[in-house]
């Protein structure tokens, strides 16, 4: 009875403890799903974060730089404005420089000898010659053949000497006579003044007897003759040598070639569709590189060349170098007028456009004394330092053209 008790006793224990665990397991299941809820709601509001308030922007100054004083001294801020003007119909083609027909000269040994040099510091290609300067000078060299021939001139000279003489002797005796006969009253004057011009005549005829004689014989007995001067014809660069100092050169060899940088041609081809279109006779325009200043060259009538691989037709424009700031061979754009009629457009000065990423143009007008709102502008084309627009702001606008670059690089954080 007792042990019937004790396990009725013990089985209630037992029992009890157990409900007590699944209280607990139950309570802390509770607080663990309450515990992973919060979480997971901290996470989503820590993730989204609060929506900012929007500020309304007017749509009119997206596109505008304000500007300070300081800031506004500092880029160095010009304008100019915007005017329809009216514009020749022109076109553009490329061209070249090109040396003109005849500008360049090739200096020849007047004859056979020894080329001198008249500095330390001989000529090399690209020296600048001024017209009439002395280049060289060449000894010439006598061969035996010429020195016997010089022999002969020599033995003809001295018997021209002895007659030049004779001359002399006997018209000093008729002068004497004459002027005597004249002291005397029995003869004339005519008669004095004949026979002192024949004395005269025959005293010039043997001094260059004389002379004669002498270079003769000077080249018999030295076997050489002064050197012989070689002086630049025409101003310009040495473009070529074809003789060293010290050199044996023959009569008619080239020694030296000269170009005439003051004046250049500019060679353009034109298509032969093109041709009939182009007013020949005006002056055409050249730039070295966009948007720097135009240079007027004017028409000539060169030699007609043309080329046949790309069926274009060539035409010649002359423009002064005396700077000599061009190259032979550099290339340069030629704007040509055309016989199509003149229209009127806006323009503006090339240096007010920029471009951004997409290729879009566009220009900085003036709002007020330091805001400049950026519009768009549509060009047609480039002449000079001229923008031709088609679509853009109106006449009279007036707009950035220096600081264009450093406006747009604070409105987009980059530039060009």
């Known amino acids: 009875m007792n042990l019937h008790k004790l396990n009725i006793k013990q089985l209630g224990t037992s029992m009890a403890q157990q409900k007590k665990l699944i209280v607990v397991g139950v309570i802390t299941l509770s607080i663990l799903f309450i515990s992973f809820k919060y979480l997971a709601v901290q996470d989503a509001t820590a993730q989204t974060p609060p929506t900012p308030k929007q500020a309304k922007v007017p749509e009119s100054t997206l596109n505008t730089v304000y500007l300070d004083n300081d800031s506004y001294k500092k880029l160095g801020i010009q304008l100019a404005a915007i005017k329809r003007e009216t ?122 007897a004389h002379v004669k004689r002498n270079a003769l014989h000077r080249v018999v007995t030295l076997g050489s003759v002064e050197p012989i001067d070689i002086k630049a014809p025409q101003a310009g660069i040495v473009s070529n ?34 041709l009939n279109t182009i007013d020949q006779q005006a002056d055409a325009k050249i730039q070295l590189s966009p948007g720097a200043s135009s240079l007027v060259a004017k028409p000539i009538n060169a030699p007609p060349t043309a ?60 709002q007020s004394n330091h805001a400049y709102e950026r519009k768009r502008v549509f060009l047609d084309h480039v002449s000079g330092n001229q923008a031709i627009i088609s679509e853009g702001p109106p006449d009279g606008s007036k707009i950035v053209v220096n600081g264009a670059l450093e406006l747009f690089g604070v409105e987009t954080g980059f530039a060009h």
């Open 87 to 208: 514009i020749t119909a022109n076109k553009v083609y490329g061209g070249e420089f090109v040396m003109p027909a005849g500008g360049t000269t090739s200096i020849t040994a007047p004859v056979s000898g020894k080329l001198l040099s008249l500095e330390k510091t001989h000529l090399k290609p690209g020296a600048q010659i001024k017209s009439g300067q002395l280049l060289y000078r060449i000894q010439p060299i006598i061969t035996a053949d010429a020195r016997a021939n010089l022999v002969n001139a020599l033995a003809d000279a001295e018997s021209l000497v002895n007659v030049a003489k004779s001359q002399v002797d006997a018209t000093e005796i008729t002068l004497n006579r004459a002027k005597k006969l004249l002291q005397d009253l029995v003869g004339s004057q005519r008669n004095a003044d004949e026979a002192n011009a024949a004395h005269e005549i025959a005293l010039r005829n043997l001094e260059a």
């Open 241 to 274: 040598i074809f003789a060293a100092t010290d050199q044996l050169v023959s009569a008619g060899n080239p020694i030296i070639e000269l170009s005439a940088l003051n004046s250049l041609w500019v060679r353009v081809p034109i298509p032969t569709g093109d």
């Open 307 to 366: 080329d046949p691989l790309t069926n274009s037709t060539h035409l010649y424009f002359a423009i002064q170098n005396d700077q000599q700031v061009f190259r032979p061979m550099q290339r340069v754009s030629v704007t040509l007028n055309t016989h199509g009629k003149s229209s009127s457009a806006l323009t503006l000065p090339w240096s007010a456009v920029v471009f951004d990423i997409y290729g879009g143009s566009w220009v900085y007008t003036q």
